[in-house]
C-alpha cells in the first residue's frame, strides 16, 4: 500500500459532505436522483439528465441492490461528460466502487443484523476506496418496511424495521449518530409502495442532529414535501424519473421554497 500523504487521504476530504452541512445550517432541502446504472442507458440518461440540471438538484446517487450488467463505470463516464452534478456512490456491494464518482455513501445497514454489511464488506471495500481517493461519507443506512418487500431487503437478507415502529427507528439512528456516522439514510427501498411515514422521520428528527436522508416510494410533490416538512434533509427519488423526470422540476420548486437563496 501506497504511504499515506495527508493531501490526498480521502478520509480528509470533506467538499461535499461540507456542502450538505451549509445546507442543512441555512435550512435548505436537497435532492438527489438515483441512476441504476443497469436500467439506464444513453438514451435514458440523455433524458434525464437535462431535467437533473433544469431542476438544480443537488446530487446524483448512483448505484443499484444488485448490478448485472457491469455498466457503472459507462454510467459514470457519461454523466461526467454531459452534466457538472456530484456522482455520489450509493454502494449495493463492494463491486461498485470507482475513482470516477466524487464521494461514496459508506452505508453500514445499522438497521440489520448481518456483520457483512455491518462491518464485514467495509473492510474489504476500504483499500480501494482509498486507492480510489473518494470521499467517504460514513451513513448509517436504515431499511424501513413501506408495504412491499424490496430488492434492498431480499439482497440485504436483513429484516426492515416494521413501519409503525417509531421509537425503533429513532433508537437505531441514534446510535449511528453516537457511532460517529455523518448521515443517517431511511429507506424504504426502490419501488417501495408508500413513502415511509412522516411520523417516523420526524420521531428520528426529534433525536438526532445530524442530517437525514429520505427514500423509497416518493413519487409526488406532496409526498416529498410531507417529507422535508417532517425532517428529512435530502430526499431521493429513483423509479418515478424513469416514467416522469419531468416531476423534478416541481420538485427543484419545491425544494427553492425553503430558502431564502433562490439560486439554490
Ligand atoms: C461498504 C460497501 C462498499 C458496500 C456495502 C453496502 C451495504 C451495507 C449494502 C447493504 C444494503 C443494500 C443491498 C443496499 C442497496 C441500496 C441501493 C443501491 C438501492 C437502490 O435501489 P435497488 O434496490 O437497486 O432498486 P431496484 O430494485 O428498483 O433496482
Ligand atoms: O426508487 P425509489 O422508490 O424512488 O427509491 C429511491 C431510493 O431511496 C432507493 O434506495
Ligand atoms: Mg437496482
Same mark, same amino acid.
Not at 12 to 27: E, S
Given at each position: 500500500?501506497?504511504?499515506?500523504?495527508?493531501?490526498?487521504?480521502?478520509?480528509?476530504?470533506?467538499?461535499?459532505?461540507n456542502?450538505?452541512?451549509?445546507?442543512?445550517?441555512?435550512?435548505?432541502?436537497?435532492?438527489?436522483a438515483?441512476?441504476?446504472?443497469?436500467k439506464?442507458?444513453e438514451?435514458?440518461?440523455?433524458r434525464?439528465?437535462?431535467?437533473?440540471?433544469?431542476?438544480?438538484?443537488?446530487?446524483l446517487?448512483?448505484?443499484?441492490?444488485?448490478?448485472?450488467?457491469?455498466?457503472?463505470?459507462?454510467?459514470?463516464?457519461?454523466?461526467?461528460?454531459?452534466?457538472?452534478l456530484?456522482?455520489?456512490?450509493?454502494?449495493?456491494?463492494?463491486?461498485?466502487?470507482?475513482?470516477?464518482?466524487?464521494?461514496?455513501?459508506?452505508?453500514?445497514?445499522?438497521?440489520?443484523?448481518?456483520?457483512?454489511?455491518?462491518?464485514?464488506?467495509?473492510?474489504?471495500?476500504a483499500?480501494?476506496? $482509498? *486507492?480510489?481517493g473518494?470521499? +467517504?461519507?460514513?451513513? @448509517?443506512? #436504515? &431499511?424501513?418496511?413501506?408495504?412491499? /418487500?424490496?430488492?434492498?431487503?431480499?439482497?440485504?437478507?436483513?429484516?426492515?424495521?416494521?413501519?409503525?415502529? $417509531? *421509537?425503533?427507528?429513532?433508537? +437505531?439512528?441514534?446510535a @449511528?449518530? #453516537? &457511532?460517529?456516522?455523518?448521515l443517517? /439514510?431511511?429507506?424504504?427501498?426502490?419501488?417501495?409502495?408508500?413513502?415511509?411515514?412522516?411520523?417516523?422521520?420526524?420521531?428520528?428528527?426529534?433525536?438526532?442532529?445530524?442530517?437525514?436522508v429520505?427514500?423509497?416510494?416518493?413519487?409526488?410533490?406532496?409526498?416529498?414535501?410531507?417529507?422535508?416538512?417532517?425532517?428529512?434533509?435530502?430526499?431521493?427519488?429513483?423509479?418515478?424519473?424513469?416514467?416522469?423526470?419531468?416531476?423534478?422540476?416541481?420538485?427543484?420548486?419545491?425544494?427553492?421554497?425553503?430558502?431564502?437563496?433562490?439560486?439554490?
Amino acid at each position: 500500500m501506497r504511504p499515506i500523504h495527508s493531501n490526498e487521504l480521502a478520509a480528509l476530504k470533506t467538499n461535499i459532505y461540507n456542502y450538505i452541512q451549509n445546507k442543512v445550517q441555512q435550512g435548505t432541502k436537497m435532492i438527489a436522483a438515483l441512476i441504476d446504472p443497469d436500467k439506464n442507458d444513453e438514451r435514458s440518461l440523455s433524458r434525464i439528465l437535462p431535467y437533473c440540471e433544469e431542476a438544480k438538484i443537488d446530487f446524483l446517487f448512483i448505484g443499484g441492490s444488485l448490478l448485472v450488467r457491469d455498466r457503472l463505470e459507462f454510467t459514470l463516464d457519461f454523466i461526467k461528460n454531459h452534466s457538472n452534478l456530484p456522482c455520489i456512490l450509493f454502494p449495493g456491494s463492494v463491486m461498485q466502487i470507482s475513482s470516477k464518482a466524487d464521494a461514496i455513501l459508506f452505508l453500514s445497514l445499522i438497521s440489520g443484523r448481518n456483520p457483512e454489511l455491518l462491518i464485514g464488506n467495509h473492510v474489504i471495500a476500504a483499500p480501494y476506496i $482509498y *486507492e480510489a481517493g473518494l470521499e +467517504t461519507i460514513s451513513t @448509517g443506512y #436504515m &431499511l424501513i418496511h413501506c408495504g412491499n /418487500y424490496t430488492t434492498a431487503h431480499y439482497m440485504s437478507g436483513c429484516m426492515p424495521i416494521p413501519s409503525n415502529k $417509531y *421509537e425503533i427507528a429513532a433508537m +437505531t439512528a441514534l446510535a @449511528g449518530q #453516537m &457511532l460517529g456516522m455523518k448521515l443517517i /439514510y431511511m429507506d424504504g427501498g426502490s419501488g417501495a409502495a408508500h413513502p415511509i411515514e412522516p411520523g417516523m422521520i420526524a420521531t428520528v428528527r426529534k433525536i438526532i442532529q445530524i442530517p437525514i436522508v429520505v427514500g423509497g416510494g416518493i413519487r409526488t410533490e406532496t409526498q416529498a414535501k410531507q417529507a422535508f416538512e417532517a425532517g428529512a434533509d435530502v430526499i431521493v427519488v429513483g423509479n418515478a424519473l424513469e416514467s416522469s423526470p419531468e416531476l423534478l422540476i416541481d420538485l427543484g420548486k419545491l425544494k427553492r421554497s425553503y430558502s431564502s437563496n433562490p439560486v439554490n
